[in-house]
């Protein structure tokens, strides 16, 4: 998500590939860019935790 951002916005990657988006909610790119990133991060974990199975026995008594 980050990296996206940052390569439709920064004029660098901008002025290389020709693809040019709009600002998402007028955030700067680079160091906010975090701000898409971090949240997009977390509801990928917390959606992959919750679809997968639960470690057997052996596993959890290896702890």
């Known amino acids: 998500m980050c990296a996206y ?4 916005t920064y004029p660098f990657f901008v002025q290389l590939t020709g ?3 709009p600002q ?6 680079l160091i906010s860019s975090g701000v898409f ?3 997009a ?3 990928v974990a ?3 935790s919750l679809f ?3 470690p057997d026995a ?5 702890r």
């Open 19 to 21: 693809f040019a988006a």
């Open 37 to 39: 990133g971090v949240p």
């Open 58 to 62: 052996y596993t959890r008594a290896c």
């Open 5 to 8: 951002y940052i390569v439709s």
């Open 46 to 48: 917390i959606f992959v």
């Open 24 to 29: 998402w909610f007028g955030i700067e790119q």
């Open 52 to 54: 997968n199975r639960k």
């Open 41 to 43: 991060g977390f509801a």
